[in-house]
């Protein structure tokens, strides 16, 4: 199954879900932190995190056993419960590659691309 073409998952981590899901624990401050996620790299994604920059580790993957494959893109609602804004991302591909942004502020970011 690839995640590119699901409309909807069950929540993947402590909060953080795919579009279409409910969220374990949401921040209530009305922020939207729906973040779309394109793949332009010539690398399948297979993990992704994101973590608030309060965090000393990261979160689990998001994408779990799914993957994100070339030219796909999907929805993720960034939302910890913490209220936070501005969170790390981390994406593994598979040749190994893994890119991390620091400080993405998910509250005014609504798409995030990985391209060459």
């Given amino acids: 199954m ?11 981590a ?3 879900v795919l579009f ?3 969220a374990l624990a949401q921040s209530n401050d009305g922020q939207n932190r729906h973040v779309k996620i394109i793949n332009e790299t010539s690398h399948t994604m297979v993990h992704f995190y994101a973590s608030n920059v309060n965090t000393e580790s990261w979160e ?3 994408l779990g056993r799914d993957v994100l494959r070339v030219g796909g893109d ?3 609602n960034i939302d910890d ?7 790390d991302f981390k994406a593994v591909f598979d040749d190994g590659d893994a ?12 798409t995030y691309r990985y391209a060459e």
């Fill in 14 to 16: 402590a909060g953080l």
């Fill in 81 to 87: 419960g913490t209220g936070h804004c501005l969170f």
């Fill in 99 to 110: 890119l991390v942004r620091r400080n993405v502020n998910v509250c005014r970011v609504t």
């Fill in 60 to 62: 689990e993957d998001i």
């Fill in 2 to 12: 690839r995640i590119d073409s699901l409309r909807w998952l069950a929540p993947m």
């Fill in 20 to 22: 279409g899901g409910s």
């Fill in 74 to 76: 999907v929805v993720i």
